[in-house]
């Protein structure tokens, strides 16, 4: 089985290349930067239609969307990173990688792009805040007690929830100190290191 | 195993009901009535600390996120409707659950949102609409000669991304000819009319 991951720096991307470099399996990557407003390079449409990175091709077939990546992975070359289909952990799991691109991401882009606004449309602004807040308070406490979202074993919730993290601190400075703790220990993983570099090699053309 | 099913009238519990009716597996449904403001009734953070619907209740535990709902009924009680974790359309099946709450749905609660302020926040609107061309666009032209999202075969990914395209329809004014016949093929089904029912018997309060 052939991987190819199209990589865009400051992307979801980083949920890949961190799962892909924790459980060793080969995969080859491709760089695309981001042009000087932002957006994803064209080049990226001829690949898929809409025009968005990651994407993961697998054998040749193109598929979108980072936490179904993180899932399919995990699925196929990693069970130890999730739980049992007939377990009760298993709902949770579900939930979280649904969770941290639905619940947990709509208020942050709802707030990301209202807020550059020329004139900031405050009923919008206040309901993104008011969710954001409501949203990662319960995220906040429910790492209180668990080295990670599911318990004291890493899992593939962890894998799609920690960008949603890192994205909601860089739109939102709410206080939650054990989501900066959780964040913190992930810090340590040398598969979170790397991923880390190749962002940099990325981001640096190289 | 005991099921209960905390639905909320114009929310994406009705994408539960409608795979729990269409395999018959047995449930109880709480109805919560939204409140005048369309908020959710503030009883359901009794259950949940998101206080939204629709929650699924396993044996006690309580999950949010209908699609994590959907996607944890079938790989525990109807295996029929997903194909198999090492089948080349696994991927797929993933990325079109993935796709259903996170690119679907972000420019449309985007529009919904913005579309209610006082002074129309133009930036927004227009990102939004853009999105929404562009993204259901692709799912139009996926369904061009499908029957299902995935082919000839009602799956998973159809309960999750039909709401999307209903929710899509009542924000957006598009035009897309292959998503309109896809939900009027849908609405034939015994099931997705149950469903119906059930949402308009929650409405009345019945």
Excluded: C
């Excluded at 919008?124 to 990662?136: F, G, M, P, Q, R």
């Amino acid at each position: 089985m052939k991987l190819k991951l199209h990589y865009l720096d400051r992307s979801r991307a980083m949920r890949v290349t961190w799962l892909l470099e924790h459980i060793g399996l080969p995969y080859e990557l491709i760089p695309h930067k981001r042009q000087e407003n932002m957006h994803a390079p064209e080049a990226l449409k001829d690949i898929h239609p809409l025009g968005k990175a990651p994407l993961l091709e697998i054998d040749g077939k193109v598929i979108t969307e980072s936490v179904a990546m993180v899932e399919w992975i995990i699925a196929n070359h990693a069970p130890q990173l999730a739980p049992a289909t007939d377990s009760p952990e298993y709902a949770d799991y579900l939930q979280w990688l649904q969770f941290s691109e639905s619940t947990a991401m709509i208020p942050l882009v709802l707030k990301f792009i209202a807020a550059r606004e020329p004139t900031p449309p405050q009923n919008t602004l206040a309901y993104a805040d008011s969710e954001i807040e409501k949203v990662y308070d319960y995220v906040n406490r429910q790492l209180a007690n668990k080295r990670y979202i599911m318990g004291d074993k890493l899992t593939g919730a962890d894998f799609a929830l920690a960008f949603s993290l890192i994205f909601m601190k860089m739109v939102y400075q709410g206080k939650f100190t054990h989501i900066d703790r959780y964040l913190a220990d992930l810090n340590q993983l040398p598969s979170w290191q790397k991923a880390q570099q190749i962002e940099q090699q990325v981001l640096q053309g190289k």
